[in-house]
């Protein structure tokens, strides 16, 4: 079982920056990736960046260039960085991670991103 904890959401104006974190508890398990998810009121969970244990990364389309994923192996900590926030990126955003054919998700930190 891992538990996952996010925090560093909150509000923002718009062309501001917040940096996500979440920390997996120690596992008698590998990680083998770490993804971001968010889900904005009336839609549906979309990916938003994942980072594989061979530091591999992949983005939405929507925030390439702006979002930037990484991850502390020593502190078990994937990060997001997002720059040049807009508005249509309020959501709240996940953590999830797989580890032993298992996915785990984190309980959700709140975006808020005003114009």
């Known amino acids: 079982q891992v538990q996952l904890v996010e925090s560093g959401g909150g509000l923002v104006q718009a062309g501001g920056s917040l940096r996500l974190s979440c920390a997996a508890s120690?596992?008698?398990?590998?990680?083998?990736?770490m993804a971001w998810y968010r889900q904005a009121p009336g839609k549906q969970r979309e990916l938003v960046a994942i980072?594989?244990?061979?530091?591999?990364?992949n983005y939405a389309d929507s925030v390439k260039g702006r979002f930037t994923i990484s991850g502390d192996n020593a502190k078990n900590t994937v990060y997001l960085q997002m720059n040049s926030l807009k508005p249509e990126d309020t959501a709240v955003y996940y953590c999830r991670s797989w580890s032993a054919g298992n996915t785990y998700w984190g309980q959700g930190t709140q975006v808020t991103v005003s114009s």
């Open positions: 980072i594989g244990s061979d530091t591999s990364t």
């Open positions: 120690r596992s008698s398990f590998r990680i083998n990736a």
